[in-house]
T-cell receptor, first 115, second 114 residues
Framework: GAGVSQSPRYKVAKRGQDVALRCDPI?????LFWYQQALGQGPEFLTY????????KSGLPSDRFFAERPEGSVSTLKIQRTQQEDSAVYLC?????????????FGPGTRLTVL | DQQVKQNSPSLSVQEGRISILNCDYT??????FLWYKKYPAEGPTFLIS?????DKNEDGRFTVFLNKSAKHLSLHIVPSQPGDSAVYFC?????????????FGPGTSLSVIP
């Protein structure tokens, strides 16, 4: 069956460019999460949607990071004026549950490299 | 300050033997714990979980043990197989509070040698 998909899989950006990362969750999944994974580290929480409502954005590192899920399905993570420290793998996950602690289904991630 | 620690970055085990992956946490509010497995170029996949009302949960070759007083959990894989070679992440959450987002450890890379 179709899992969580993310696009692009790889993105190279010049410092200062804006980027948009897309996540297609499993159909019908209520909850959607974005994580940032630096090299050699575990995924670090960025933000959480329940349907179209962004319930928690406490993990977004700066106001350059913005996420949306306008129709409660596809989500986009946008990073404005990218910096080298933004280089990481960005993971999206979805869940059929309305809580954040249950099993999450992860996409393959988008590897962002900022030059 | 890391709230979930996996102090062994890597582990090598002979095929057929037991693999033991350890995890420590600092936040006493954590009451739900998960293990995820990750292959290269793929996202993490859920393996097994345990809530704080239990001290053991078993699923086939995988068993998770929880020691609440020591704030320690471990994942046992018996017998280990080459296909188990992956990075294993321990994760914790405080499901009884509104702060229920999952906090991941840094991972342990397991190599199972044929």
């Amino acid at each position: 069956g179709a899992g969580v998909s993310q696009s692009p899989r790889y993105k190279v950006a010049k410092r200062g460019q804006d980027v948009a990362l897309r996540c297609d969750p499993i159909s019908g999944h209520v909850s959607l999460f974005w994580y940032q994974q630096a090299l050699g580290q575990g995924p670090e929480f960025l933000t959480y949607f329940q349907n179209e409502a962004q319930l928690d954005k406490s993990g977004l590192p700066s106001d350059r990071f913005f996420a949306e899920r306008p129709e409660g399905s596809v989500s986009t993570l946008k990073i404005q004026r990218t910096q080298q420290e933004d280089s990481a793998v960005y993971l999206c996950a979805s869940s059929p549950m309305r809580t954040a602690y249950n099993e999450q289904f992860f996409g393959p991630g988008t590897r962002l490299t900022v030059l | 300050d890391q709230q979930v620690k996996q102090n062994s970055p890597s582990l090598s085990v002979q095929e057929g033997r037991i693999s033991i992956l350890n995890c420590d946490y600092t936040n006493s509010m954590f009451d739900y714990f998960l293990w995820y497995k990750k292959y290269p170029a793929e996202g993490p996949t859920f393996l097994i979980s345990i809530s704080s009302i239990k001290d053991k949960n078993e699923d086939g070759r995988f068993t998770v043990f929880l020691n609440k007083s020591a704030k320690h959990l471990s994942l046992h894989i018996v017998p280990s197989q080459p296909g188990d070679s992956a990075v294993y992440f321990c994760a914790a959450s405080a499901m009884k509070t509104s702060y229920d987002k999952v906090i991941f450890g840094p991972g342990t890379s397991l190599s199972v040698i044929p």
